[in-house]
């Protein structure tokens, strides 16, 4: 009896130490999964951390772009304003140089001065403007 016993307890053992084989398989297996995924997850992390900070630079560089065409406009519109009232004050001293001008009598008008007509001289032909007749 004392044989079987220690037959059975050592199938006992035997399926024991199986089991805790393929245990330490899955755990293994386990293990190894939970590493890939942390790698992945620490990548995916990277790439999220990197895409931040060149959203952030972008960020930046609109707002410097923005803060530089506000700037440029502004210049613009004092350069506009500017010539607007220079064009204002020009227009309005070309009118009163004009007002008294209008005010004065008019001028004689001078005679107009006479073509002289070059005599045809022979041989030389004359062309006529509309064109050639048949």
Do not use: H, Y
């Not at 560089?61 to 009232?85: P, S, Y």
């Not at 001078?110 to 403007?129: I, Y």
Request: glycine fraction near 2%; include cysteine.
């Amino acid at each position: 009896m004392k044989l079987n016993d220690l037959q059975k307890a050592a199938a006992r053992a035997q399926q024991e130490l199986q089991l805790a084989e393929r245990k330490v398989v899955e755990l293994q297996r386990a293990a190894k999964a939970a590493k890939a995924k942390t790698e992945q997850v620490r990548l995916q992390f990277k790439v999220v951390r990197k895409a931040a900070k060149q959203s952030k630079k972008l960020a930046l560089a609109a707002e410097d772009q923005a803060r530089e065409q506000r700037r440029i406009c502004e210049k613009v519109q004092k350069r506009w304003a500017k010539a607007l009232k220079k064009l204002a004050k020009a227009k309005d001293g070309a009118a009163k140089k004009v007002a008294p001008a209008a005010a004065a009598p008019p001028k004689p008008a001078s005679p107009k001065p006479t073509v002289k007509k070059l005599p045809a001289t022979p041989g030389t032909a004359t062309v006529n403007p509309a064109g050639p007749t048949v």
